[in-house]
């Protein structure tokens, strides 16, 4: 079975909540996940959080869609435990060529 990310998160850990910015993609992942955890609509460069309020933030393939990546970074910071994480993830395109791989 293959899963989308925020599946296979919400099956392996515990998933406090999730954000999208748009309605479209919010109402995707609540099918996807069958509103197993809070979704909320967002804007990453103004999070909705007190501060201190996470021990880890994901941001999984979605910062090429951040208008400012050093807003988000600083609200990761602002909402972020003194002693949390932040784990990123990008797409990773396999190269049939190894040729072209530098």
């Not at 925020?6 to 099956?11: G, K, R, T």
């Not at 109402?27 to 069958?34: G, S, V």
């Not at 949390?84 to 190269?95: A, D, N, T, W, Y």
Request: proline share 3%; glycine share 4%; charged share 20%.
């Amino acid at each position: 079975m293959v899963q989308h990310g925020l599946e296979y998160l919400a099956s392996s850990i515990q998933l406090s909540g999730s954000g999208e910015y748009t309605w479209k993609n919010l109402e995707a992942a609540a099918e996807r996940t069958a509103r197993r955890f809070p979704l909320l609509q967002l804007d990453a460069q103004h999070l909705p959080f007190h501060s201190g309020a996470f021990d880890t933030i994901i941001c999984h393939e979605a910062v090429y869609y951040l208008k400012s990546i050093a807003a988000f970074l600083a609200e990761c910071r602002r909402v972020d435990a003194v002693s949390g994480h932040l784990v990123f993830s990008l797409p990773i395109r396999i190269v049939q060529d190894s040729s072209r791989v530098r």
